[in-house]
């Protein structure tokens, strides 16, 4: 199968707000997705997180990695992914590598040393994903959160 990795556009948001209702599906949330695909547009636009795509040689998207830039006060500035999404059909192709493997890159070149991002503790196929790229589980901290 003939994948290619791109930023993503505004024409893609339709696409990427579908994407991540299957993964709040998938974490049984489908109703925890209040975000639109005009909100979606608005906020690539004005550049608050970006997206990769994996897009089929047919012109279909496999899946997608959104993410924006961080400030760590002990690190400094650093790439967090919020969502890595891989449509279920599209899944055992290597489509997660690659979009993390362009992640990875887009961060290098922008000069950003760090990635990070999270994991629901239930979700074991993530899990062996991320360790199998080496990457490091850090248990001593919890995340919170608080809306406004």
Do not use: C
Not at 36 to 48: F, H, N, P
């Amino acid at each position: 199968m003939q994948i290619h990795i791109r930023k993503a556009v505004i024409e893609d948001m339709a696409f990427v707000h579908r994407l991540v209702q299957e993964l709040a599906e998938y974490e049984k949330e489908p109703e925890a997705v209040t975000t639109t695909v005009a909100q979606y547009e608005a906020d690539l636009e004005t550049g608050r997180f970006s997206v990769l795509v994996a897009e089929t040689g047919s012109g279909v998207i496999a899946g997608m990695a959104l993410y924006y830039p961080v400030y760590s006060t002990w690190k400094g500035p650093y790439l967090w992914l919020e969502d890595l999404v891989v449509q279920e059909s599209f899944r055992r192709h290597g489509i997660g590598t690659l979009l993390m493997d362009a992640l990875e890159n887009e961060a290098r070149a922008a000069g950003f040393p760090l990635l990070r991002w999270q994991v629901l503790d239930w979700n074991t196929p993530a899990i062996s994903f991320y360790k199998a790229r080496s990457a490091q589980h850090d248990a001593a901290w919890h995340t919170y959160r608080q809306w406004l």
